[in-house]
């Protein structure tokens, strides 16, 4: 009994923070030290997320967002592979573009954002363009990596036996680069949802990030705690949708995370 | 090797050409040339101004990413050896990774003011989570059998703890570090962006709202010549302190 028991405890942990984290935020916000305005209480902020998930036009906010990140990831997906690859299976482009990939890693791309606004307009275009840019680096960084450090072994013997280039590259290079590819991919994704919200909480009359800045800006801080659990849900379901993917195509290798 | 950097060096210098000499063709107002550029960041290196912008954004970022980076390895590499800690608070960290720590500026500006102290903390928090995360990883992969060597050499708990987990755990810390480094001025400039008096995020959106496109490009090119020589001075700390790796990506 008393092992259940101490079993049982062991299992409870994970959640003995959260619950310690939830329980003194509610006494805080009961405690009236604070205005209801600083410390929302947990029922308004649920309240208020229930009236987020159940009206249309505030779903509608969040397909903004969302397509904003999807649309920007899946071209920095698209491009970033491909330019990964040839940095990694030419040393010729990997001489041109390594230095520049290196070179500017560190710099933050936000600051273009302005001169994007300028050249895009102000809608969705400069938005998406960002976070194509900003999720490019960490996908070409890591496509490269891998496909540089495709087994030569393997290579070797697809040659021996007779494959063309072609075949080579699609049975051998690409498999062994996936898992740096989706490693890339789970960096991109959460970048690429920071990205459109920074943006939308900077300039923008729609989206996720722009009803954050509203809210606060109305003072209704529990719409925009419940707005913030909401983007916080979001991110977590596509880096879980991403993980699923990852482990469907790349089942040969298993992905080594906590939670998944 | 010669031959390489040439090529490189070619193919930078022509795409300056190209640019400038498209703008000499005419680009819209919002795009300037190299040589333009450099003129206004010049003339603004001898101004006051532009150090006074610089200086806010920095007593913003580096106090944000020592916080940040300082709390990550502390609690990482607790976390990396204590289990019953792991357990309690490592789930916590990763589930919350994917979500976007900036959604918290407009909570911790109301907690904190709206002033230097929400943005430094809001750094921190985006600081915190890659090294924390790398700085975990690098104490759990700590080769057992150099504990065990360490322990049968009669080495006490601290003794393995300096001498064994944290030098095997540094080259990931310091991958870490380098992430949250890249992220520090990130959050820096979208906070300056979002709400500030001064820095260099407040000063590209100043300029940009009185189109001035001089002083955007001048901002712009302080802030990626700031983040280069950061990143820069960390690999040249890290080269340093873990001399005896070889060279890493």
């Not at chain 1, 482009?93 to 954002?113: E, I, Q």
């Not at chain 1, 590259?169 to 996936?178: C, F, Q, S």
């Not at chain 2, 190299?34 to 580096?62: C, M, N, Q, W």
């Amino acid at each position: 009994m008393t092992l259940f028991l101490q079993r049982m405890l062991v299992g409870l942990r994970p959640f003995v923070l959260v619950a310690v984290a939830l329980v003194a935020w509610e006494l805080t916000a009961r405690s009236a030290l604070w205005s209801p305005i600083v410390f929302p209480s947990l029922v308004n902020i649920g309240h208020e997320f229930a009236l987020f998930v159940s009206r249309s036009d505030r779903l509608l906010e969040a397909w903004t967002s969302l397509y904003r990140a999807l649309g920007g990831f899946a071209l920095a997906a698209a491009v970033g592979v491909v330019i990964g690859m040839l940095m990694g299976r030419s040393e010729l482009v990997a001489g041109l573009l390594d230095p520049l990939f290196s070179g500017t890693y560190a710099v933050p791309k936000l600051a273009l954002f302005p001169i994007f606004i300028f050249v895009f307009g102000i809608g969705s275009l400069s938005k998406v363009a960002l976070v194509f840019l900003e999720c490019l680096y960490p996908i070409v960084i890591m496509t490269y990596h891998g496909a540089r450090g495709v087994d030569r072994v393997l290579l070797w013997s697809a040659q021996n036996m007779g494959a063309s280039r072609t075949q080579i590259l699609r049975r051998v290079v690409v498999p062994a680069t996936a898992p740096f590819i989706f490693a890339g991919f789970r960096v991109a994704l959460p970048i690429a949802m920071i990205v459109v919200v920074i943006t939308e909480m900077i300039s923008s009359a729609d989206g996720l990030g722009y009803v954050v800045i509203y809210s606060l800006a109305s003072l209704r801080t529990d719409r925009m705690l419940a707005v913030v659990v909401a983007i916080a849900l979001l991110g977590l379901a596509l880096d879980h949708a991403l993980v699923i993917l990852r482990n469907r195509l790349v089942y040969w290798e298993k992905l080594e995370t906590y939670y998944v | 090797m010669t031959l390489r950097n040439l090529a490189r060096a070619g193919l930078l210098l022509f795409l300056v050409l190209l640019w400038q000499l498209l703008w000499v063709r005419g680009l819209p107002d919002y795009v300037l040339g190299p040589v333009e550029i450099l003129r206004h960041f010049v003339a603004a290196l001898g101004s006051a101004e532009l150090y006074d912008h610089i200086g806010a954004s920095l007593l913003r970022a580096l106090p944000g990413f020592a916080i940040g980076t300082l709390l990550g390895i502390a609690l990482g590499l607790a976390a990396g050896i204590a289990r019953g800690f792991d357990q309690m608070l490592s789930p916590v960290i990763f589930l919350t990774y994917p979500v976007p720590k900036i959604v918290m500026l407009p909570l911790f500006m109301l907690w904190f003011g709206i002033g230097d102290l929400s943005k430094i903390l809001i750094i921190a928090l985006a600081c915190f989570y890659p090294t924390f995360i790398n700085a975990y990883y690098g104490a759990k992969s700590t080769p057992t059998i150099l504990v065990w060597s360490g322990l049968n050499m009669g080495a006490s708990r601290s003794q393995i703890f300096r001498r064994i987990v944290v030098p095997s755990a540094a080259p990931l810390v310091f991958a870490g570090m380098r992430v949250s480094l890249a992220l520090s001025f990130i959050v820096m400039f979208a906070t300056e962006m979002i709400n500030a008096r001064s820095g260099l995020g407040h000063l590209i959106r100043e300029a940009e709202n009185s189109l001035r496109f001089d002083l955007m490009y001048v901002s712009l090119l302080s802030i990626a010549i700031l983040g280069y020589l950061g990143d820069r001075l960390l690999r040249w700390t890290r080269h340093r302190v873990l001399a005896w790796q070889g060279e890493a990506a």
